[in-house]
């Protein structure tokens, strides 16, 4: 999976979690929770969502690097 | 790509990581000291009523001597994390601390600010209870209101137990600081009641607690967390291998509720079963020879007086 790929499969969980959200609006260089609106919640059912689509068992002391759509699409490409 | 830019270095208190996030902000996560008073007051003063009230149960204002009393937990035994933004001076948008408690766990709470509300709240307690474990405290326990949906999403994704629930508006949860699962809280003279039930919910809980009985509850595997279930994972769960008896009132319709069953019958043979017939069906998962099918009708007094004489080893009819 390629940073695009990852990126595309976050734009469609995030739409499943919190459908509300215009993905085309969102600059995803920015940081999620303000881009997107998801608090700890959303956060976490995306995380959870992501590792039933990826496998991926994300630590919380990477959470940090999840901040932002692009930094945790790169987060999901590099270790798929 | 922007790296990650995590340094940690050692403190007095602790250690401390600053963290370059994506988006170029700097973020200090660090012990408190009695100089962060200040920004701990313009963290709580930025809190709304309805944030006041899930932390605090009622629109508190903590005053600055409380304040001052919360950068100083490491002289009782606790600790305090703050997560400062731009380091030397900067806004604290994050305070997560825990206060020893006389049975040796910590009593956690957790704040952060409007806005960084998602990935901040989780990273403080797991670097919470990072410090608690390094330091010998084996699990947080807290009161959280049974509407505050955040705080709980963080405790379910961590793998939590219930202690009490008072009158359902509270609950006291239990999280371990090292594994996945928490550990019985402190010492106890009366046997210990490990409850599986939807909810952890119990109608003898009081009961049994009337009795002497120390009642731990689970909920089971959490639905997309399972990985958070030692026991559904093949390893020995702490708070099954700790209990004298363990009340199993899933259903077969309860996720991983099966695998669940078959795991205690594997991993705590020593621990006696009391399985409420409305739980997971006999035929499709073997029962231990000793364990015992309770009706699911039985009254929350009968109940706990059975689960006292099981845990005592006496043997009890199936009824």
């Known amino acids: ?80 | 790509m922007t790296p990650l830019d995590i340094r940690r270095s050692s403190s007095r208190s602790g250690a401390a990581t600053t963290l370059q996030l994506p988006d170029g902000s700097t973020l200090e996560v660090r012990a408190v000291t009695p100089a962060d008073t200040k920004g701990l007051a313009e963290l709580y003063g930025s809190l709304s009523i309805e944030d006041l009230h899930l932390r605090f149960f009622s629109v508190y204002h903590p005053p600055e001597e409380v304040l001052r009393r919360w950068t100083r937990l490491e002289e009782t035994g606790g600790f305090g994390l703050v997560a400062e933004l731009d380091t030397g001076g900067g806004r604290i948008v994050g305070h997560a601390s825990y206060a020893l408690l006389p049975d040796g766990d910590g009593d956690f709470a957790i704040t952060v600010a409007p806005g960084w509300r998602g990935w901040l709240g989780p990273y403080l307690l797991d670097a919470l209870a990072a410090v608690a474990a390094e330091r010998g405290v084996p699990n947080l326990e807290g009161d959280i209101l049974v509407e505050n949906r955040r705080m709980l999403s963080l405790v379910r994704a961590r793998g939590y137990a219930t202690i009490d629930e008072g009158d359902w508006t509270v609950m006291r949860v239990l999280i371990g600081t090292s594994g996945k699962a928490p550990t019985w809280p402190g010492p106890h003279e009366g046997p210990r009641v490990l409850v599986e039930a939807p909810g952890g919910r119990s109608r003898m809980k009081e009961a049994a607690r009337a009795l002497g009985m120390q009642v731990v509850s689970c909920s089971g595997p959490a639905p997309r967390h399972h990985n958070r279930c030692p026991a559904v994972t093949g390893e020995p769960c702490p708070l099954a291998s700790g209990a004298d008896v363990i009340l199993f009132g899933l259903s077969s319709e309860d996720e991983g509720a099966c695998e669940l069953l078959r795991a205690h019958s594997r991993l705590h043979k020593a621990v006696r079963l009391c399985v409420l017939r409305s739980g997971a069906e006999p035929e499709e998962v073997p029962l231990p020879n000793d364990a015992v099918l309770v009706d699911p009708d039985t009254s929350g007094d009968d109940l706990a007086a059975l689960l006292r004489d099981v845990a005592a080893g006496d043997p009890a009819e199936d009824d």
Do not use: C
């Open chain 1, 1 to 80: 999976m390629n940073d695009t790929d990852a990126l595309s499969l976050l734009g469609e969980l995030v739409a499943k979690i919190a459908p509300e959200i215009d993905m085309t609006t969102v600059d995803a260089d920015g940081v999620i929770q303000e881009e997107l609106d998801l608090d700890s919640i959303d956060f976490l059912n995306l995380v959870e969502a992501i590792h039933e689509r990826t496998g991926i068992d994300i630590p919380e002391s990477d959470y940090p690097q999840l901040s932002t759509l692009n930094a945790f699409a790169r987060y999901v490409a590099a270790r798929t």
